[in-house]
């Protein structure tokens, strides 16, 4: 239905990473993962012995928890012929760090480099992969779309959101100055060093309200977090989504950190 | 300097309250970032470059014993003299012997971060030698008695009325009594001072971004030509430079100049790049007498072999820093020590102890901006890392971080013990963040709901419950 | 502390030697360093440093201007009359500290009654100075000083204003350009005591990173391209 890859593309066996934060806050974006997967021809599975992928252990320098994590996900996600994260950074996590964990293991070493072979974040698995260039979705207003860090820095996801985005109906884009700047999240950054994090995530909010901007998107949910709790701190009425959710024409949800009207 | 790193979060504070330093990053953030971009795009061979100025500097790095010593040899072979200082006390040791020996009074000093990170001025000042600061931003702190606060460009923490109190204050004694308003008559005020000085002055004391080992050259980049002043007008030029600054050879330098200018400031080239090769040659009709090299080591060969050698490929353009979101929201007095931003907080902890710096490679969300800027690709992040790694091995990480993990990491490895209990935890917020959709207090969670609400999960259960649920028989066998 | 000289040199080089696991360079390594020495190996090839040279001489023009030089492009008998020129546009004294190079003393520097001209080093009192150009770089619009006798170094940094009198077969594309002819003039061990690279005026941008011209060094550059 929704989706006209380029070019015919095989069904493939793809297992979602779904990420321990849209697991815990916002399910609705892993559905709408698997629905663009499967729309444009995948076969979805999720392995359930998954968890984390490590970041908090390993960017507080604790590197023996980091390998036990990193030894159970490349073990549940053995066999799959594409691992694809609704996130940059854990994607990143994935297909650029893991391997530098077992430099002094070769067995698991390769193992991780087979793993972060075939891992990828979604928008670029979507795109760069399976060649997707349209969505049959519809959004009316008008968004803008935060670039985060690892995403955009690690694993080279810029284009691909917006030439989605950009077949969305009634969907109209408009960048802000500087969407390339880190949000302030940072995972255990953000309240580690609070008052840093909240200049950052204000400079943030201020270049997403000067965009006039009804809708902020993003593809990783903890920046999402970050920017929808600063932009409602501050009163602002601007809706935070994940990006997925409006390409699989899921807009029609709550936004990020507001109530859920139809259960209220 | 006295290094106040380990106050990191008390200078935050200060610096996230001063609305001078505020309005200066603003100017900074858009700045310096833009100018390079378009010097970077300008030159459509820059990523070869910056691969390059890489590996030139990684190969030197491999065989700095070697290139050190051919240095050397031919500086002496042209009536230069090289000094070995392994420490900081050594070198201002060393150059206070110089200064002392040609009864220096005064000393006009081009900006020179070593000689910032080995407290110099106070040493000199100590034995009764003025040392005169001539680059513009190095001289304005110095009036003010600050340390600088980038490493390019070191009073970009003030504002322009900021410098001009500074100097109606500082030059009214010398006859300059009006409160200027232009950013070019405060340039001519502090020229017609410095002027004087630079004419006095005994010895000329420079720092070096490169020391050519092919030539025994060392290598000056500026703006100001105030460091040509110091190695041209003075009867003794001292050059002050760490042993990681040499390179092979002038091809290498010309690697190396194409990236630092435009990284730096985004100019295609700084106005004054100056090699100096020995004293005053028979004939000459200017430039110094006598001319010394002092090579610094200062624990950087112990950096050499080990997983935080990439640093010492820093060229100091200051990219890092204008890049990084975390120096655009405090400036570089926050750090506490000589080098701020993403290449202090690799460097420092090196140089003035991990205990004392452990905040400064913590306070990074690892964006990665520095590094997709650095000239010579220092994966400054990764540097981070190991350091926050030596931090957890060591037991420095605080013990509530430590005592988090240690329950995040349990649970993690067990992942149904670990469903069980986000499903509880995605319940419990759920129900009670209902109505708002978002928390504005949480327990245990101040550091964010501080400054930010909380958004409370979506109703209906987790992810692998929901899944469970409705897909089990799709899931893996 | 350390204690002679000697000691801290074999301290430094022992740490060195310590770190990189292995004694002083020797064999095949040693070699190939003192070879790489030896036969410099060029960096990635700037296309815009390679282009035949009356382009190079347009480019060096645009990129000196860009850089806030100014530049007349004269045939070699109307050089003295430009600076003259130059100088009265400008209005500025019709006096300057010449450097005392055979090459500027071709100029017939006498039909320029109101010209006055001291020959030496540059002086704190100095308001303009005319040097020539050991070569000059077309790739960023930057001029290449080579100290000596002929070329007091004072000259391109004390005055108010610098005029620079340049051929244009003096014109190189790149930094590389300027290394070999370098060597090629004082021998490969044996650079000039200072080779001031210079592009453009003095300037500083440390307050609120505003570019101010004239920091220290001269605030006004005028370079008279001589034709060929």
Not at chain 1, 67 to 90: H, K, L, M, N, W
Not at chain 2, 99 to 105: E, H, M
């Amino acid at each position: 239905m929704s989706i006209s890859p380029s070019r015919s593309t095989h069904p493939r066996r793809v297992a979602l990473f779904v990420t321990c934060l849209v697991d815990l806050f916002r399910p609705s974006v892993g559905f709408a993962a698997i629905k663009l997967l499967e729309d444009a021809g995948c076969s979805v599975e999720v392995p359930p012995l998954q968890v984390c992928c490590g970041q908090p252990a390993y960017n507080s320098g604790d590197r023996e928890t980091t390998r036990a994590i990193a030894t159970q996900i490349i073990d549940a996600f053995e066999g799959y012929e594409a691992v694809v994260a609704p996130s940059g950074s854990c994607g990143g996590m994935l297909s650029h760090h893991y391997p530098g964990l077992f430099d002094d293991d070769p067995a698991m070493k390769a193992r991780a480099e087979n793993l972060a072979g075939r891992s990828f974040e979604l928008m670029s698995f979507l795109v760069d992969v399976l060649g997707v260039e349209k969505v049959a979705a519809h959004y009316d207003g008008t968004v803008t779309y935060h670039d985060s860090c690892s995403g955009l820095r690690e694993l080279g996801v810029k284009v691909q959101p917006r030439r989605l985005l950009n077949s969305v109906e009634g969907l109209r884009f408009c960048e802000m100055k500087t969407p390339e700047v880190c949000c302030g999240f940072g995972g255990t950054f953000c309240v580690k060093y609070p008052e840093i994090s909240n200049a950052m995530v204000g400079e943030k909010s201020a270049d997403i309200l000067n965009t006039g901007a009804q809708t902020l998107l993003a593809g990783d949910l903890g920046c999402l977090m970050n920017m929808a709790g600063k932009l409602q701190r501050e009163g602002s009425p601007v809706q935070v989504r994940h990006v997925a959710e409006v390409l699989a024409d899921m807009g029609n949800l709550a936004p990020i950190g507001a109530p859920d009207e139809g259960k209220r | 300097m006295q290094s106040t790193a380990h106050d990191f979060k008390d200078n935050v504070g200060a610096a996230l309250a001063n609305p001078n330093l505020q309005e200066s990053l603003t100017m900074l953030k858009v700045g310096f970032s833009e100018r390079r971009r378009l010097a970077a795009e300008r030159l459509p061979e820059f990523e070869a470059l910056r691969d390059r100025a890489r590996d030139i500097k990684n190969h030197a790095l491999a065989n700095l014993d070697f290139y050190l010593e051919e240095f050397e040899r031919k500086v002496i072979g042209l009536g230069g003299h090289v000094h070995w200082a392994p420490t900081a006390a050594d070198a201002r040791r060393i150059i206070a012997e110089l200064c002392q020996s040609v009864g220096a009074r005064t000393v006009a000093k081009s900006k020179s971060m070593v000689a910032e990170e080995i407290a110099l001025n106070e040493h000199l000042e100590a034995i009764g030698i003025a040392p005169i600061e001539t680059d513009l931003g190095e001289y304005i702190i110095q009036l003010r008695n600050e340390p600088p606060s980038h490493i390019i460009a070191p009073a970009v923490h003030l504002t322009k009325d900021q410098v001009a109190d500074t100097f109606l204050e500082h030059h009214t004694p010398l006859g300059f009594t009006k409160r200027l308003t232009e950013r070019n008559d405060l340039v001519a005020e502090a020229r017609y001072v410095l002027r004087q000085k630079f004419l006095d002055a005994d010895v000329g004391l420079t720092g070096a971004n490169f020391l050519v080992a092919e030539t025994g050259s060392s290598m000056l980049v500026t703006n100001e030509g105030n460091a040509d002043l110091s190695n041209t007008l003075p009867k003794m030029h001292i050059v002050l430079a760490t042993i990681e600054k040499v390179i092979p050879t002038l091809e290498d330098a010309a690697v190396l100049l194409r990236v630092l200018a435009r990284s730096a400031t985004g100019q295609e080239s700084s106005a004054y790049t100056t090699l100096n090769t020995g004293p005053k040659r028979a004939g000459d009709l200017d430039g110094p007498s006598a001319y010394h090299v002092v090579i610094l080591d200062n624990g950087r060969s112990n950096v050499l072999g080990t997983e935080m050698q990439e640093i010492l490929r820093c060229i100091r353009c200051g990219a890092c820093m204008n890049h990084c979101p975390v120096y655009g929201a405090v400036g570089g007095h926050a750090y506490g020590w000589v080098y701020p931003g993403p290449m202090g907080a690799v460097l420092t902890p090196q140089l003035i102890g991990v205990e004392e710096a452990s905040n400064l490679p913590n306070a990074s969300t690892f964006c990665g901006r520095c590094e997709s800027v650095c000239p010579v690709r220092i994966p400054l992040p990764k540097l981070m890392r190991h350091w926050r790694e030596r931090e957890f091995e060591r037991h420095l990480t605080p013990k509530a971080v430590r005592q988090g993990l240690a329950l995040w990491g349990f649970l993690a490895r067990r992942p149904k013990l670990y469903r069980r209990l986000t499903g509880i935890a995605n319940r419990v917020l759920a129900l009670f963040g209902r109505a708002e959709g978002r928390y504005g207090a949480l327990p245990l969670a101040g550091g964010w709901t501080r400054f930010r609400d909380f958004p409370a999960p979506q109703p209906g259960g987790t992810f692998h419950s929901q899944w469970a649920r409705h897909g089990g028989t799709r899931t893996r066998p | 502390m350390s204690g002679s000289h000697d000691d801290a040199r074999a301290q430094i080089l022992g740490g060195i030697r310590r770190s990189l696991h292995r004694g002083e360079l020797s064999g095949g390594p040693r070699q190939a360093v003192e070879a790489r020495l030896a036969a410099p190996p060029r960096g990635p090839d700037v296309a815009r440093a390679r282009l035949a040279q009356p382009e190079k001489v347009e480019l060096f023009c645009q990129w000196a201007e860009a850089n806030n030089a100014t530049v007349a492009r004269v045939a070699a008998g109307d050089v003295p009359g430009e600076v003259t020129a130059y100088l009265a546009r400008n209005n500025l004294p019709a006096r300057a500290a010449m450097a005392p190079s055979p090459q500027l003393d071709g100029f017939d520097w006498a039909g320029q009654k109101m010209l006055s001209l001291r020959r030496g080093r540059g002086e704190g009192s100095d308001q303009v100075s005319i040097t020539g150009a050991f070569a000059a770089i077309a790739e960023t619009g930057t001029l290449v000083m080579a100290s000596g006798p002929e070329h007091p170094v004072t000259l391109n940094l004390l005055p108010d204003t610098h005029i620079v009198v340049l051929r244009e077969a003096d014109i190189v594309g790149g930094y590389e350009d300027v290394w070999e002819r370098l060597r090629a003039r004082y021998g490969k061990d044996r650079m000039p005591r200072t080779v001031n690279t210079i592009t453009g005026p003095s300037r500083t941008g440390d307050i609120e990173q505003a570019m101010e011209l004239g920091a220290h060094g001269p605030r006004r550059m005028h370079i008279v391209v001589v034709r060929e």
